[in-house]
């Protein structure tokens, strides 16, 4: 499946947030991240990232979508994080 993933944490959370995203998804702006991942991948990196969060000022959407073809991107002023010059 293709997601979305944004996150809003608190300030002493923001880096440990950010390198578990990374592992799972690509970075494309600040607390943003999408690509495909499988649903087993998808769970367990909400299971970390609960752990993580404080769930009273913490939160994760995640946008889901079988396939990115069935979703529009349109980027306005700079990208921040290119995927396209994977070999």
């Not at 293709?2 to 990374?22: A, N, P």
């Not at 495909?36 to 752990?51: D, G, H, Q, T």
């Not at 769930?55 to 995927?83: A, N, T």
Request: charged fraction near 35%; hydrophobic fraction near 40%; charge should be positive.
């Amino acid at each position: 499946m293709y997601v979305i993933l944004v996150y809003d944490c608190g300030q002493k959370r923001v880096g440990k947030m950010l390198k578990l995203c990374r592992k799972y998804l690509s970075w494309i702006q600040n607390s943003v991240f999408e690509g495909e991942i499988s649903e087993v991948k998808l769970k367990e990196l909400i299971l970390k990232a609960e752990k993580i969060m404080e769930k009273e000022d913490d939160s994760l959407i995640i946008f889901s979508s079988r396939q990115e073809k069935w979703m529009s991107k349109q980027i306005i002023g700079k990208e921040r994080s290119s995927i396209d010059n994977f070999i």
